[in-house]
């Protein structure tokens, strides 16, 4: 009797491991230690053991009796799921409490990917002061006083005559008076200008410069640059066409923009210039040895074709629900 | 600029619809922003960037057609002229030649002032224009035609024969056609009769002496004047005219005569009259502006691609400049007078670029001869970066405020003298006037805007330049207000040593060791605070609660901490950290044993430790405190510390006599000095 009750036990153990129905586990249940069932009909055999052997044979029954119930109790478990853990005194549904994560400016992230493209390429990352003179911010960019072209700067002055940058072509100027070519950088940073701020329009906003000097640099290497530049940014077979602009210190000028399904146009992207060579000239460079390229990325812009934002204010309103989507 | 179609096709015509011509004009630098529907017409509704006033006419836009499409212009060919000689006569005096390089006005007797015809009227109006009458209607034709500005007077209101070209002189009085009284300053460019202004130079006519239904003799003036004379007058009369727009790009000297003449022609078409005397003032330059060479290997060299030279003289001829061969395969090119943008060999590479179009150009990624190498702009762009990192992991949203800000907001964050600030000269508004001299005043900005959409626990950090004493810097701002943990388990309010431990937690991930954590006098902004030196002497860290007054002043209705910490000297410590080596770490563990008293809440914690090191000597490695408790069972200005001191021997261990030796030194070190009580 007692090798018949070792293999119930074996037996059971095996067929309650195999079941994923819990209908079906009750059946099985029953059948082992229903009123009627297997166990009840092999523990009847008690009237066969001797006197001797009984109290062995009682001990095996309730072992394995309870190691019966055992064995459904934690099959109705297993199939009872997630919650199986509360038995455990542990509901781990409860939230963690450990503090959330924070999260990353949109206009950080724009910069960060685009400077991961170029830094890639192997630029460079410099910076620049945000007051500057009224020499890097237009005379040494060629932007004569008193010239229209100025009218496309607008800038804030100071009352000590300095001024807030306008562009960040700046740095441009400043990287150029510190090293000599092979030039590339990228410079990321804040630009001001006095215009009337809504939907599309910010007093302060961000620009993302570049600058490639060095023998041989041509339109090529620019178109090249900057192709790989809105395949990286805006996805593989992203369309680009160059269409001819106008900015003081670059020439020839050109305006890069991308192709959009969803718009069926054209969309102004950036702007882009060979390095004029009265730039070059002016931080000491010789035009005749040296060519070179320069672009100018609008950061908010980028951020808002990327993201879907409709309005520039957003970025500076720091509303932490809108904040949070970027983490 | 508005450009009709049915008057392109009067010089030339492209053979293309409104739509096809767009995208040509746009992809060779002129850019058409819309296609419109006026009147029944197509027009193209253009920008014209500030290099290129040539364009700001038909005919200059006509040349830019004909060079994209391979066409001739027929230009119009002016035949009236004026007598020479006989007549009533006008004199011209020009004060200073450099203002105004040439002066004509004609004298026309005997028009008969009325509506233009109609065909040209409309034209005016397709330009955006007013159809006025048929002698200044002429003029306008002539300006949106050749691009020359024009002014017809009414010669009988004139005062005197003599036209002065000469500064204004300080109080006078000038009423323009637009019937505006401007009181001019002193070196305001104005054209003059004997008594008074009749004109500011290039910019407006005035009322007195405009053509009216009543004129018979008209004197029409023909001239160039300086553009930066020109836009300083706009600017400071704030006249936007066609005419300032034009003067301030750019006027070609050499084609004003034929403007007059073409004007004339159709004053007298139009409104009849007898051409009277031509006078005329001329100081021009006679500068035929010096070939540019135009190299083959250059072009190369900056396009990537070779151009061939058959194409090179087909293009540039289209355009108006004359090609001559030159040695050695080189062109020598000369610059028509209206293409004063062309200066160099750049110029002319950017003329065969833009209108063969930049699809011609190969797209090719630049030989990687360049070797990057790490520099500091780099290093300290990635630093920034981990700290940005650092504290979204802490759970920090970032923010980017305006750097700009109002006085009222300043001095509402602790910064009364406004004095110190400085000042944007030409704002918008009242809200950027001032340049930020810390990031304060644009989180409590950003926290009232949250508090006011029910996001109450913040945290928020910013990254920025500000600007004090002359000196820009960058600056990392930090905010903590609500709880600083609030969930199911844990609920703790925002503390100053919250603050602090972040402060630490950041820069000691940047390098930074230990910091000399000193208490800070109260600022107008903050009331608890405590600073850490810079490596100048000056404050590297400032971290406080922020004044009740200031948070009434904003109106935030809760608790706010701010820490300001100046970047740039612990990036500095970050590039300088030297490569170190690494210790085994001790073989028997460390010996813990509490120590707790009762003592005065005005002795520093900082004190204490200090005095427990000194006392327990080099075996003494670690003083933390675990507890503090004030308040119930604690006798007033009283706190009762807990503090956990951990003993560690370089070479085997402690026996229980000598540690209980140094706990009982350290013991009486603290009762003799500060009078501690032990429970």
Redo the contacts between chains.
Sequence with gaps: MIEALKQLEQQAQQEASTLSDPGRLQETKLKYLGRKGLFASVSARIGEVSAQDKPLAGQEMNRVKRELERIFAEAERALSGPSSSSAAGVDVT??G?F???????P??QVV?EI?SIF?G??Y????G???ESEYYNFEALNIPL????R??FDT?????GKL?RSQTSTVQIRVMEKSRP?I??I??G?V?R???TDATH???FHQLEGL?I?R??????L???L??FAQSFFGPGTRI??????F?FT????EMDIWSDKRGGWLEVLGSG?V??NVLRKAGIDPEKY?GFAFGVGVERMAMMKYGVEDIRQ???????F??QF? | MRLPLSWLKEYVDPGLSAEALAERLSLSGTAVESVLTLEGEPVLDLEITSNRPDCLSLLGLARETAALTGRKVSEPQASARSPKGAGERIDITVEDHKLCPIYTARIITGVRVAPAPPRWAKALRLCGSRDINNVVDATNYVLFETGHPLHAFDLDKLSGRRIHVRRSRKGEKFTGIDGNLHELDDETLIIADDERPVAIAGVMGGRQTEVTASTRNVLLEAACFDPVAVRRARRKYKLNTESSYRFERGVDALGVERASERALELILEWAGGTPGVLAKRARLRPRPSKPILLRPGRVEQLLGVPVKTPRVRAVLGRLGFGVKSARAGALSVSVPSFRRDVTQEHDLIEELLRIDGFERIPTLLPPTSHQTVSDEGTARAEALDEVRNHLKALGFQEIQTYGLLSGKALAQSGYPDLSLATRVTNPLSAEQEYLRPDLACGMLQAVLYNIHRKSLSLKLFEIGQVYRSGQEQTVLGLALSGPLEENWRRKSPSSIHDLKGIVENVLSAQGQPPMDWRPAPATALLSASAEVRGAEGGVGVRLGTVRADVLKAWDIPQDLLFAEIILYDYLQARSQRKPFKAKVPPKYPSVRRDIAFVVDERIEVGSLEAAMKAAGGPSLREVRLFDEYRGKNMPAGKRSLAFALSYQKDEGTFTDEEIQSLQTHIGTELKQKFGVEYR
């Design positions: 409860m939230p409490t503090p959330p994560c924070g999260s990353l400016h206009l950080t960060r400077s830094r390429l192997g460079s990352i410099a910076d002061p945000e007051v008193d010239h229209p072209a009218d496309g804030f002055y100071l009352q000590d807030l092979p590339k950088v410079a990321p804040r001001f006095p215009d009337a910010s007093f302060v490639f060095d041989g640099v041509s339109f090529a290497h178109k090249g640059t192709f790989t066409r160059f269409r001819p602009s106008f003081p020439e020839p000028s050109a060979m004029h060579p060519t970025f500076y309103e720091n509303d932490v629900r904040l949070r983490s």
